[in-house]
């Protein structure tokens, strides 16, 4: 048996998110004894980078220029069944989500989403998941002969784990039934940090009043090296692109840094930022509700505090 890893690439090119699920699969793969394997499907880099993370080999499926998860999750599943793979790691990215029901049921195995942690056991597999908008925790065991853990991206790290990182062609295809869904066009957010693996991240809201004073947000960003992202007012209003609305209804991030600024923290903004590892907030009004989910607070008007942060933090750089 071994375990084996989808390899997701961007426009040829592997992400952070690609790294820590390879090294979480090559270290599932050590406490069961057994080798990690990596899959990608189309265009990508060279996959022998994959070998720094624990993929003993990688397997390039080629062939498939458009994404398709029912059709990727074919390719995945008769790789698996190749390599006598019984547990499949994937990254909870946007297309990931979408390939992991996909593989469970065409495997029939069992499903474990939203893993942040590795598995405490694996006979019975059992592993720790986010529950409930990540405001709780759930141990989940299978007694499943076969397993695919979907883990969150930026949850557990990237770890260097030396190994071989051999690279070989495989002919496998999916049905052609499958590959009939195909979409129309696709519009790529470029030159921006991908907010599902951004370590820092700057936040604002309707505190902000209009567009145009976005830019004291972006020089903040841009000076810490974060991705920017919005609460959904405002990109429902059209200040900032839906890309960077984060909430339950939007993107779910877990970065190490998240600072809120003029965002009030209703519940289903915090939904999907609650998992950060730590929370600034800027507000103006003291009994805002982002202030209880808040590791440090500033009460304070925006438009003084931010260029005043971006101040001291130009100056501690010019000195350090």
């Not at 995945?76 to 069944?81: L, P, S």
């Amino acid at each position: 048996m071994s375990v084996l890893i989808y390899a997701e690439s961007w426009e040829g090119k592997f992400k952070k998110a690609t790294f820590e699920a390879v090294s979480y699969g090559a270290r599932v793969a050590a406490s069961m004894g057994t080798n990690a394997i990596a899959v990608t499907i189309g265009d990508a880099e060279d996959a022998s980078i994959l070998g720094k993370y624990g993929a003993s080999k990688t397997i390039h499926v080629g062939g498939v220029s458009t994404f398709n998860n029912a059709a990727y999750a074919s390719i995945i599943n008769q790789v698996a069944a190749n390599q006598d793979a019984n547990t499949i790691i994937v990254a909870a990215t946007n297309n990931g989500k979408m390939i992991a029901p996909f593989l469970a049921v065409q495997a029939e195995a069992a499903l474990i989403t939203n893993a942040i942690a590795l598995p405490s056991s694996t006979a019975p597999l059992t592993v720790l998941r986010s529950a409930f908008s990540s405001k709780g925790l759930v141990k989940y065991q299978s007694n499943a002969d076969k397993n695919v853990i979907c883990i969150v991206p930026n949850a557990i790290g990237v770890a260097t784990i030396e190994a071989d990182g051999t690279a070989e062609e495989s002919s496998v295809s999916a049905d052609a039934s499958l590959k009939a869904i195909a979409p129309e066009k696709v519009e790529r957010v470029s030159g921006k940090i991908a907010l599902p693996e951004a370590e820092l991240v700057v936040s604002a809201g309707r505190g902000m009043k209009a567009p145009e004073n976005w830019n004291i947000i972006q020089e903040l960003a841009d000076l810490l090296g974060a991705a920017t992202a919005c609460s959904k007012p405002v990109s429902d209003i059209g200040w900032r692109p839906h890309s960077e609305h984060v909430g339950q209804t939007g993107i779910q991030i877990n970065p190490n840094l998240y600072i809120a600024i003029g965002i009030s923290g209703a519940i289903q903004h915090l939904a999907g930022v609650s998992a950060s590892k730590t929370i600034v907030v800027v507000n103006s009004d003291p009994e805002a509700p982002f202030f209880k989910a808040a590791d440090y607070g500033i009460v304070g008007d925006a438009f003084e505090v931010v260029p005043k942060l971006t101040a001291a933090i130009k100056a501690f750089k010019a000195n350090n």
